[in-house]
């Protein structure tokens, strides 16, 4: 049986009940280490799990899965993945590739981002198609994010945004030469984040638009969530620049169109409640 394990968004101890036992039983454990990561490192997680973990880091999981399905055809294995088991393509594949093989899964689900940004008070309901924000490169600098976000808007519905990161990502000059050689890991900032959107909302007016997103379009950007050192700010776009939020895993919300009640609650993690509240309130219904 091969076990797809949701770990929720904190700790060790966010495991479900259902996934803790299925861990125990598994005589292989993996860890999904490049799609999220948690607040604690792999040996807390031995520890309270009482199993030794093996990391599986994108290559090994995209080139390597039929090994790991194939100790699923003989025992059970364990897969596990921070937040829920279907917050990324990757582990719909893993599903589709046991299917083939005719190897029997079980999926425990978890909290992930996707509905946790819910502690922030703006209804789950009212967001429309999530986006991912990629790092810039000097050469390389996607904007059609950014064509999704301002579609949302122009829908009423708020857009919740994944932040890049990086994880055994190799230089162009390492991958070239085939050294396996890796690049420190980089989690993308809520700050990072809004300098893009700035950056292509400058871009977007040099050719003649008028971007529905604005530098005064309330935001709200989150760090940690689910961890005991949870932070959440809203403020103006041009806020989320230089706000501090500490260390990863951050994600950022743009604003549609809010409810009072959405609104009183952003109020509690204002920036700035004046400049707040003058703007958000163009913006309720």
């Not at 495991?15 to 607040?39: D, F, H, M, N, P």
Request: aromatic share 6%; charged share 25%; hydrophobic share 40%.
């Amino acid at each position: 049986m091969l076990y797809l394990v949701g770990l929720g968004l904190g700790d060790a101890k966010d495991i479900t009940v259902k996934g803790l036992e299925a861990v125990r039983r598994c005589r292989r454990v993996y860890l999904e280490a490049y799609t999220s990561v948690l607040t604690v490192g792999k040996e807390a997680l031995e520890e309270f799990y009482g199993k030794e973990l093996i990391l599986a880091d994108r290559e090994m999981v995209e080139q390597e899965a039929d090994s790991l399905l194939k100790e699923a055809d003989v025992c059970d294995v364990a897969f596990l993945v921070v937040g829920d088991p279907f917050g990324a393509t990757t582990h719909s594949d893993l599903v589709l590739r046991a299917v083939k093989l005719g190897i029997p899964y079980k999926v425990i689900h978890n909290a992930s981002i996707m509905n946790a940004v819910g502690c922030c008070g703006l209804q789950l309901y009212s967001f429309g198609e999530t986006v991912s924000i990629v790092f810039w490169t000097d050469t390389w600098k996607p904007e059609s994010f950014f064509d999704k976000i301002e579609k949302n808007r122009q829908s009423g519905m708020h857009t919740l945004c994944l932040l890049d990161i990086k994880v055994k990502e190799q230089s162009l000059e390492n991958l070239m030469k085939g050294r396996k050689i890796y690049e420190p890991p980089r989690y993308m900032s809520v700050n990072q984040a809004a300098e893009q959107l700035l950056a292509i909302i400058q871009n977007r007016r040099l050719q003649g638009e008028k971007p529905e997103t604005t530098e005064n379009t309330i935001c709200v950007g989150l760090a940690r969530v689910g961890a005991p050192d949870e932070k959440i700010a809203a403020g103006t776009l041009q806020q989320m620049s230089s706000v501090e939020l500490g260390g990863p895993l951050h994600s950022l919300i743009v604003t549609g169109t809010m409810h009072p009640l959405e609104l009183e609650m952003l109020k509690l993690f204002s920036v700035d409640s004046s400049s707040f509240e003058n703007n958000a309130c163009q913006r309720t219904t």
